[in-house]
């Protein structure tokens, strides 16, 4: 969350967007808005809603900061980074037929 803090305009989406990915991140079995808010010590859901819903931050350069954050953790500075994440990265890789029906 550090390193994204600044995409966030106010202090209040900021500890609630901490407090999202704290709950997505955990072992809880249902993800909802409710049962993040319930896991955050929120008695409603709409401080979460509200976050994905009309919050004002940068969620293109909050992907980014992520993006950059991954390839240092997981990159090799031998070889760079690569990193695919979408269902086309399984048809460039030869294992298209893996997600046929």
Do not use: N
């Not at 269902?87 to 893996?98: C, F, N, P, T």
Request: hydrophobic content about 40%; aromatic content about 6%.
């Amino acid at each position: 969350m550090t390193r994204v803090a600044g995409r966030f305009v106010r202090a209040e989406p900021r500890a609630t967007a901490g407090q999202f990915v704290e709950g997505l991140l955990s072992e809880a079995e249902r993800k909802t808005c409710w049962s993040l808010a319930e896991r955050a010590g929120h008695g409603d859901p709409q401080a979460m809603q509200r976050l994905l819903r009309t919050a004002v931050w940068d969620a293109d350069a909050v992907r980014d900061d992520v993006r950059e954050w991954l390839i240092e953790q997981l990159g090799h500075p031998a070889y760079g980074a690569g990193l695919l994440g979408d269902e086309d990265a399984y048809a460039r890789q030869g294992l298209g037929h893996a997600l046929d029906p």
